[in-house]
């Protein structure tokens, strides 16, 4: 029994001299060690230095084999395992990813590359060096902490006496036990420039820089705390209609991570593609090949939506500090690094300043000691300890020391210090040639330059902060060339998944037996989907439900209607008669169903039986038909036919009962016209940074839109284009001279170079065409033809510029009174024989006419259209 007690008890025995720990105590205390252990030398960052215990080491190992050469990395791993005991492979990985961020180490041979995702060659292969950088800011033998490596045979530094914030410059991310770590990398320049501001007591703002470029959003960055998030995006380029390029990555993406990405949503049809090229060599090139008929500014939101060409990223600034973790931000690191930056300074050149009055004190001692040729006092000493005597003696009359409470009037010389024993023996080491070949003016020259030196140290140390502005401003001279910003900070727009995602899919349906989905390719056709989105199916008996698309489901016999259901959608109008099986009264309603719960049945009739419905349509844009109504024979009605105009109801919630139309029997209902919406038509416009569509009035205002009305848009490759106002669209402004609303009035005023004749040519026109969709091109296919400008103003003016010879001309012009309304295929009239070199539109605020006194004077035939 007392061997069962003493077996749970977590105190050690003591047996003769071994020690016995039981394995209840293990469990409870080896783990805390482990997870201390895995913190605070494997995981996290030291603030100080900016470095993990690996990189530490790894940099250490480098500086004592340093000779200015390339080393072999087999070596540096083996000269770094003399510190960390963690073997070969966590070392040369360590170097690897220190090599690939092009800070501290320079390196020569196949490193990898961090953008493909390759692996370096083998450490044998490639070799590696300290940069100018590294030898700088990371090491001074003076300042540093030492403490002995694992195995008790070399020292090896605590943290490296770092004179920069070189966590935020190079980020870090690692995983320890219970905690984890992600420092985004920042700019070079930005840094310095930050921590300038720190030392003037501005304030400043640090935001992520990545090697591989691309977009970052960091609306939600919150300086890098835990809880924080950006994201990042690769920049992608519109190359032609059906071709888009990849030229820069978000962080962390490599180009075979991301092309697999894309092939994975292609094959799934949440986007459409032909082929994924690869061409990446000096500079990343995906390029993307669409399908046929697939919009450029669709499938890039997709890309964004489905594929790995947008990331999210929660940063958690977690670094050591005094052998504990902390959760932080990086401007307080950088507020951190920058004030440690500045001490190592001062202790940098208080070393300085001892070291260049120790010089000062024995080039003082030896130039008394020689020049007073003190050195002849020793040649009657006999003993050791006379000659040390003779020396002091000699040195007193030229000399006075702190110790000996020097007065004012004491014209000797002042020394730093108290002359020492070592100090003589020093003197008395001195050899004849020296002494005589001894040079008093150089030995001025030597004591006052030491003077100076000291004066500037001393003069940085009472002006340290100034002192550390300028070491910033150096490091950003000597190194900040060619480390400008490379990933661009911007506002991402939110992609709606369900509006971007390509139409994978078609929707069928069974109506009679009541079964809707994507795999009933023998029934009837609904229209294109996507697998993301939802399907309402409206049945006879008044009930209807919404559910997502699946292969196959059932949603109840007699099925009336069946569509792509959209939420939100406050546009779509449901126009319906229905019966009430209780009453036998017939009731008409108008309804939206802008949001439902899943799977859930709602009855549009009062929920009586054998309620059903006689009419039922469905309006995309709140449309009110009329409908001709034929009441039964049997009843008793005068009027056996009614017509009824559902423009007069109001659009109310789908639970409302309606209005009562008849209490007779209904034989039949028809539609007998077509109406208008009667919602009013949709205020659009067009935001100028992402070119989208919204109703939020962000951006250009396009115009009011009812069914019917298409937008225009004025290429600047000399071509318009008609299209629908769905939210869905997306244009490139850098292609764009004009957009807006196209209606009966409206005249497409243009000035274009006519290369077949080489004259510049002023036209104006309205559109003749009504294709959606296709480009138009109202210049010729001439190769040096070229649209100068375009707008879609009803009262446009300009101001040109032209070169005729060597006189440069400009003026002003009004193009309604110039040229007449004319048809889409005319060449217009004629402006100038030379091509303008600009061309500005004059605000209207700003019009005026042209007068006598402009730059440029000319008449108008009117005939001719022609400008003399």
Same mark, same amino acid.
Not at 252 to 274: D, F, H, Q, R, Y
Not at 528 to 557: Q, Y
């Given at each position: 029994?007392?061997?069962?007690?003493?077996?749970?008890?977590?105190?050690?025995?003591?047996?003769?001299?071994?020690?016995?720990?039981?394995?209840?105590?293990?469990?409870?205390?080896?783990?805390?060690?482990?997870?201390?252990?895995?913190?605070?030398?494997?995981?996290?960052?030291?603030?100080?230095?900016?470095?993990?215990?690996?990189?530490?080491?790894?940099?250490?190992?480098?500086?004592?084999?340093?000779?200015?050469?390339?080393?072999?990395?087999?070596?540096?791993?083996?000269?770094?395992?003399?510190?960390?005991?963690?073997?070969?492979?966590?070392?040369?990985?360590?170097?690897?990813?220190?090599?690939?961020?092009?800070?501290?180490?320079?390196?020569?041979?196949?490193?990898?590359?961090?953008?493909?995702?390759?692996?370096?060659?083998?450490?044998?292969?490639?070799?590696?060096?300290?940069?100018?950088?590294?030898?700088?800011?990371?090491?001074?033998?003076?300042?540093?902490?030492?403490?002995?490596?694992?195995?008790?045979?070399?020292?090896?530094?605590?943290?490296?006496?770092?004179?920069?914030?070189?966590?935020?410059?190079?980020?870090?991310?690692?995983?320890?036990?219970?905690?984890?770590?992600?420092?985004?990398?920042?700019?070079?320049?930005?840094?310095?420039?930050?921590?300038?501001?720190?030392?003037?007591?501005?304030?400043?703002?640090?935001?992520?820089?990545?090697?591989?470029?691309?977009?970052?959003?960091?609306?939600?960055?919150?300086?890098?705390?835990? *809880?924080? /998030?950006?994201?990042?995006?690769?920049?992608? #380029?519109? @190359?032609?209609?059906? $071709?888009?390029?990849?030229? !820069? &990555?978000?962080?962390?993406?490599?180009?075979?991570?991301?092309?697999?990405?894309?092939?994975?949503?292609?094959?799934?049809?949440?986007?459409?593609?032909?082929?994924?090229?690869?061409?990446?060599?000096?500079?990343?090139?995906?390029?993307?090949?669409?399908?046929?008929?697939?919009?450029?500014?669709?499938?890039?939101?997709?890309?964004?939506?489905?594929?790995?060409?947008?990331?999210?990223?929660?940063?958690?600034?977690?670094?050591?500090? *005094?052998? /504990?973790?902390?959760?932080?931000?990086?401007? #307080?690191? @950088?507020?951190?690094? $920058?004030?440690?930056?500045? !001490? &190592?300074?001062?202790?940098?050149?208080?070393?300085?300043?001892?070291?260049?009055?120790?010089?000062?004190?024995?080039?003082?001692?030896?130039?008394?000691?020689?020049?007073?040729?003190?050195?002849?006092?020793?040649?009657?000493?006999?003993?050791?300890?006379?000659?040390?005597?003779?020396?002091?003696?000699?040195?007193?009359?030229?000399?006075?020391?702190?110790?000996?409470?020097?007065?004012?009037?004491?014209?000797?010389?002042?020394?730093?210090?108290?002359?020492?024993?070592?100090?003589?023996?020093?003197?008395?080491?001195?050899?004849?040639?020296?002494?005589?070949?001894?040079?008093?003016?150089?030995?001025?020259?030597?004591?006052?330059?030491?003077?100076?030196?000291?004066?500037?140290?001393?003069?940085?140390?009472?002006?340290?902060?100034?002192?550390?502005?300028?070491?910033?401003?150096?490091?950003?001279?000597?190194?900040?060339?060619?480390?400008?910003?490379?990933?661009?900070?911007?506002?991402?727009?939110?992609?709606?998944?369900?509006?971007?995602?390509?139409?994978?899919?078609?929707?069928?349906?069974?109506?009679?037996?009541?079964?809707?989905?994507?795999?009933?390719?023998?029934?009837?056709?609904?229209?294109?989907?996507?697998?993301?989105?939802?399907?309402?199916?409206?049945?006879?008996?008044?009930?209807?439900?919404?559910?997502?698309?699946?292969?196959?489901?059932?949603?109840?016999?007699?099925?009336?209607?069946?569509?792509?259901?959209?939420?939100?959608?406050?546009?779509?109008?449901?126009?319906?008669?229905?019966?009430?099986?209780?009453?036998?009264?017939?009731?008409?309603?108008?309804?939206?169903?802008?949001?439902?719960?899943?799977?859930?049945?709602?009855?549009?009739?009062?929920?009586?039986?054998?309620?059903?419905?006689?009419?039922?349509?469905?309006?995309?844009?709140?449309?009110?038909?009329?409908?001709?109504?034929?009441?039964?024979?049997?009843?008793?009605?005068?009027?056996?036919?009614?017509?009824?105009?559902?423009?007069?109801?109001?659009?109310?919630?789908?639970?409302?009962?309606?209005?009562?139309?008849?209490?007779?029997?209904?034989?039949?209902?028809?539609?007998?016209?077509?109406?208008?919406?009667?919602?009013?038509?949709?205020?659009?416009?067009?935001?100028?940074?992402?070119?989208?569509?919204?109703?939020?009035?962000?951006?250009?205002?396009?115009?009011?839109?009812?069914?019917?009305?298409?937008?225009?848009?004025?290429?600047?490759?000399?071509?318009?284009?008609?299209?629908?106002?769905?939210?869905?669209?997306?244009?490139?402004?850098?292609?764009?001279?004009?957009?807006?609303?196209?209606?009966?009035?409206?005249?497409?005023?243009?000035?274009?170079?006519?290369?077949?004749?080489?004259?510049?040519?002023?036209?104006?026109?309205?559109?003749?065409?009504?294709?959606?969709?296709?480009?138009?091109?109202?210049?010729?296919?001439?190769?040096?033809?070229?649209?100068?400008?375009?707008?879609?103003?009803?009262?446009?003016?300009?101001?040109?510029?032209?070169?005729?010879?060597?006189?440069?001309?400009?003026?002003?012009?009004?193009?309604?009174?110039?040229?007449?309304?004319?048809?889409?295929?005319?060449?217009?009239?004629?402006?100038?024989?030379?091509?303008?070199?600009?061309?500005?539109?004059?605000?209207?605020?700003?019009?005026?006419?042209?007068?006598?006194?402009?730059?440029?004077?000319?008449?108008?035939?009117?005939?001719?259209?022609?400008?003399?």
């Amino acid at each position: 029994m007392s061997d069962q007690k003493n077996d749970n008890n977590v105190t050690p025995e003591s047996t003769g001299d071994d020690r016995v720990i039981t394995l209840s105590g293990m469990y409870e205390n080896y783990f805390l060690d482990y997870a201390s252990y895995v913190i605070l030398e494997r995981a996290v960052p030291h603030i100080n230095d900016g470095l993990k215990p690996v990189q530490r080491r790894i940099l250490h190992a480098m500086k004592e084999m340093d000779d200015g050469r390339f080393h072999k990395v087999a070596n540096i791993i083996g000269q770094t395992m003399q510190y960390h005991p963690h073997g070969d492979a966590a070392i040369g990985d360590a170097l690897v990813k220190l090599g690939q961020k092009n800070l501290l180490i320079d390196c020569q041979g196949n490193w990898g590359d961090n953008r493909t995702g390759d692996g370096a060659a083998a450490p044998r292969y490639i070799e590696a060096r300290l940069t100018k950088f590294a030898l700088d800011i990371l090491f001074n033998a003076q300042t540093t902490e030492w403490q002995l490596s694992y195995d008790g045979r070399k020292n090896e530094p605590i943290t490296l006496p770092v004179k920069f914030p070189l966590l935020l410059a190079q980020g870090v991310e690692g995983i320890a036990v219970g905690l984890s770590t992600k420092i985004m990398p920042h700019n070079f320049n930005e840094i310095c420039k930050a921590a300038i501001q720190h030392l003037e007591d501005k304030p400043f703002r640090l935001l992520p820089d990545f090697q591989g470029g691309g977009l970052v959003d960091v609306r939600d960055y919150k300086r890098g705390k835990r *809880g924080g /998030k950006i994201r990042v995006r690769a920049k992608i #380029e519109s @190359l032609d209609k059906s $071709t888009l390029v990849i030229r !820069e &990555l978000p962080f962390g993406v490599t180009t075979t991570s991301l092309i697999e990405s894309i092939v994975k949503a292609n094959e799934k049809g949440k986007i459409k593609i032909k082929k994924v090229i690869d061409n990446t060599a000096k500079d990343v090139e995906v390029v993307i090949e669409l399908a046929p008929g697939i919009s450029p500014q669709v499938a890039e939101d997709a890309l964004y939506a489905f594929t790995r060409c947008e990331e999210s990223i929660s940063p958690n600034a977690c670094v050591i500090v *005094g052998e /504990k973790p902390l959760f932080t931000d990086v401007n #307080e690191i @950088l507020r951190v690094c $920058t004030d440690q930056t500045k !001490e &190592l300074l001062k202790r940098e050149l208080e070393i300085k300043e001892s070291e260049l009055m120790e010089k000062w004190h024995f080039a003082s001692l030896e130039k008394i000691f020689i020049e007073k040729r003190i050195y002849r006092d020793i040649e009657e000493c006999e003993t050791w300890e006379e000659v040390i005597a003779a020396i002091y003696k000699g040195l007193d009359k030229y000399v006075v020391t702190p110790s000996g409470n020097p007065k004012k009037t004491d014209k000797r010389l002042r020394l730093v210090r108290d002359i020492t024993d070592e100090d003589i023996v020093r003197l008395t080491e001195i050899r004849i040639k020296r002494i005589s070949k001894y040079n008093v003016f150089k030995a001025d020259e030597k004591i006052a330059q030491l003077e100076e030196e000291l004066k500037q140290v001393r003069h940085d140390l009472a002006h340290l902060v100034e002192y550390t502005i300028a070491w910033f401003q150096r490091l950003l001279e000597k190194y900040g060339k060619g480390r400008e910003r490379k990933t661009k900070i911007s506002d991402f727009d939110e992609v709606n998944k369900v509006s971007v995602i390509a139409n994978n899919a078609k929707l069928y349906a069974n109506l009679k037996d009541g079964f809707v989905g994507m795999g009933l390719k023998k029934e009837q056709f609904i229209g294109e989907c996507s697998d993301m989105d939802s399907v309402i199916a409206f049945r006879k008996n008044g009930k209807f439900s919404v559910t997502k698309i699946s292969n196959k489901t059932f949603m109840g016999e007699n099925l009336i209607h069946v569509a792509v259901w959209k939420k939100g959608d406050d546009r779509t109008t449901y126009n319906i008669v229905y019966l009430d099986g209780k009453t036998g009264k017939s009731y008409v309603k108008r309804f939206n169903v802008k949001a439902i719960t899943r799977d859930k049945e709602y009855d549009l009739t009062k929920g009586s039986p054998r309620s059903k419905i006689h009419y039922f349509s469905a309006n995309p844009n709140g449309e009110a038909e009329t409908i001709s109504v034929q009441l039964s024979p049997t009843s008793t009605a005068r009027k056996k036919q009614l017509e009824f105009d559902f423009s007069e109801l109001d659009i109310k919630g789908r639970g409302s009962q309606g209005n009562v139309f008849t209490k007779y029997p209904v034989r039949k209902v028809s539609l007998l016209e077509s109406g208008k919406s009667t919602l009013g038509a949709i205020k659009v416009w067009m935001d100028n940074v992402s070119g989208r569509l919204n109703h939020d009035e962000r951006g250009k205002f396009l115009g009011d839109f009812d069914t019917g009305d298409y937008i225009i848009v004025l290429h600047k490759d000399g071509s318009y284009e008609l299209t629908n106002f769905e939210l869905n669209q997306k244009f490139d402004i850098k292609d764009i001279y004009d957009i807006g609303k196209l209606d009966k009035k409206t005249v497409v005023s243009a000035v274009h170079f006519e290369g077949s004749k080489g004259w510049t040519m002023v036209k104006r026109f309205q559109v003749e065409t009504q294709t959606l969709g296709q480009k138009f091109s109202y210049i010729s296919d001439h190769s040096k033809s070229k649209l100068l400008y375009a707008t879609l103003d009803p009262d446009p003016r300009i101001t040109y510029n032209m070169k005729v010879g060597t006189q440069k001309m400009d003026g002003q012009m009004e193009l309604k009174d110039f040229i007449g309304v004319k048809g889409w295929k005319a060449l217009g009239n004629k402006l100038s024989e030379q091509r303008l070199t600009s061309i500005k539109p004059i605000a209207k605020e700003k019009n005026k006419k042209v007068s006598p006194g402009d730059t440029i004077d000319f008449d108008l035939d009117k005939n001719q259209g022609e400008l003399f």
